[in-house]
């Protein structure tokens, strides 16, 4: 005597219910989910230019004492030297004479590097002394929820630090 094992014809899947069910569920989940990655990229962007910044003044310091002469860390949309006008986003340049040590390319459109005193270059002397000290926001220009800024200080001393900072104050 044989035995068989009886096998549905029916196919074995996904009814359209469970797939409408699930696809809902997804759709649930992406629109909780994007506006937390919109934030974590905010901050990553702010943080990377602010790290930027604090190690292109870092170099202007240590490049000054190295070469026992003045180096200047100012803004340049051209790359090539320094600017007398604009902000700290069209991008800047480390400088020591006429000889460029170091390009810093523009911002993205839409996020802000100011100065609070409307400095557009920080000078270094031969023993790492900045002549004037510096505080640049960076944000971006239309502020999200929560006003992710952050605050690179630079001391007359000429050492960096950078601040997180949620005033939404983008000027």
């Known amino acids: 005597m044989s035995i068989r094992h009886q096998t549905s014809s029916r196919s074995r899947g996904f009814t359209l219910i469970e797939l409408m069910v699930t696809i ?10 994007v506006p937390s990655f919109d ?4 901050s990553s962007r702010l943080t990377s230019y ?41 991008g800047w340049i480390v400088l020591s004479g006429t000889t460029v040590i170091q390009r810093q390319p523009a911002a993205t459109a839409g996020y802000k590097l100011t100065e609070a005193g ?3 270059s920080l000078t270094f002397d031969s023993t790492g002394i900045g002549s004037t000290q510096a505080s640049v926001t960076i944000c971006r220009a239309s502020p999200s929820v929560g006003g992710q800024e952050r605050l690179v200080k630079i001391s007359a001393t000429g050492r960096a630090s950078i601040t997180r900072t949620t005033l939404g104050t983008c000027t």
């Open 39 to 42: 934030g974590v990229r905010l």
């Open 118 to 120: 409307g400095a557009i």
């Open 50 to 90: 602010a790290t930027d910044l604090m190690a292109s003044s870092q170099l202007a310091r240590t490049e000054a004492i190295k070469r026992n002469a003045p180096v200047t860390l100012c803004v340049s949309s051209n790359g090539t030297g320094c600017a007398t006008s604009g902000g700290w986003e069209s």
């Open 24 to 33: 809902t569920v997804l759709a649930i989940l992406l629109v909780v989910a």
